[in-house]
Every structure is written in structure tokens, then in C-alpha cells.
């Protein structure tokens, strides 16, 4: 599978953006997904994931309440969206995919996990 995420940009505090992670290759059904996230000078960190099986999401504590990992079957794509940013938020966003992944909350975010990597999409959240 290819991945293509795209929907960075430079937004203000409070803002909103929507990442998408269009995939192509192969369908994502039995993918789990991951968007990762890489702020300067810090090392890359997990932000959600949604699991192929059941549809279970998962989310780093900073973003819980504020980002939504969603699927879109008919256009292949897993999108992020991202509500009330803010400076921390800045980062470039990676999506991840591994096949029948199976996670739970104590893994979803290791890296390693995943074999497949989009390239990243940058969020700046700047006045």
C-alpha cells in the first residue's frame, strides 16, 4: 500500500484542520492506521490510531476531545481532524498502516509496529 497524507497548513489557535491519508494499492479495510506526529527537535509521537478490526479508536492524552480519526471506505482514505489547535500542536503529521494489526491502548503508538509511512504534511499553529 501507498500512502498520501496531505491537509497541513498554517491555521491559528483555536483553529481546525482536516488531514487526509489517501491510500492506493490496496483497500484499507484490514489496515490499521496510525497518524504520528514529529515537532522539532522532539521525537516522532503517536496522535491516534483506529484499529482494522473493530473500528476502535485511540488517542494520545493532549489531543483527547479535540481530534477525530475517521475512515471513508469509498474513497480509501482515513482523514484526522483536528479542532482547537494549538502552538504545541505544531508539528509534521505522518499516517501509518500495518496489515491485521491487532492494538490495544498500551501499543497503538509504537512506531515500529507500522511497515508502510506517507510522507508528512505540516501543521503550524502560530497568531
Known amino acids: 500500500v501507498q500512502l498520501q497524507a496531505s491537509g497541513g497548513g498554517l491555521v491559528q489557535p483555536g483553529g481546525s484542520l482536516r488531514l487526509s491519508c489517501v491510500a492506493s494499492?490496496?483497500?484499507?479495510?484490514?489496515?490499521?492506521i496510525g497518524w504520528f506526529r514529529q515537532a522539532p527537535g522532539k521525537e516522532r509521537e503517536g496522535v491516534s490510531c483506529r484499529r482494522y478490526s473493530d473500528g476502535s479508536t485511540y488517542y494520545t492524552d493532549s489531543v483527547k476531545g479535540r481530534f477525530t480519526i475517521s475512515r471513508d471506505i469509498a474513497k480509501n482514505t482515513v482523514h484526522l481532524q483536528m479542532n482547537n489547535l494549538r502552538p504545541e500542536d505544531t508539528a509534521v503529521y505522518y499516517c501509518?498502516?500495518?496489515?491485521?494489526?491487532?492494538?490495544?491502548?498500551?501499543?497503538?503508538?509504537?512506531?515500529?509496529?507500522?511497515?508502510?509511512w506517507g510522507q508528512g504534511t505540516l501543521v503550524t499553529v502560530s497568531s
Open positions: 494499492g490496496s483497500a484499507l479495510d484490514s489496515y490499521t
Open positions: 501509518a498502516a500495518e496489515p491485521d494489526l491487532a492494538v490495544d491502548g498500551s501499543i497503538w503508538s509504537l512506531d515500529d509496529l507500522y511497515d508502510y
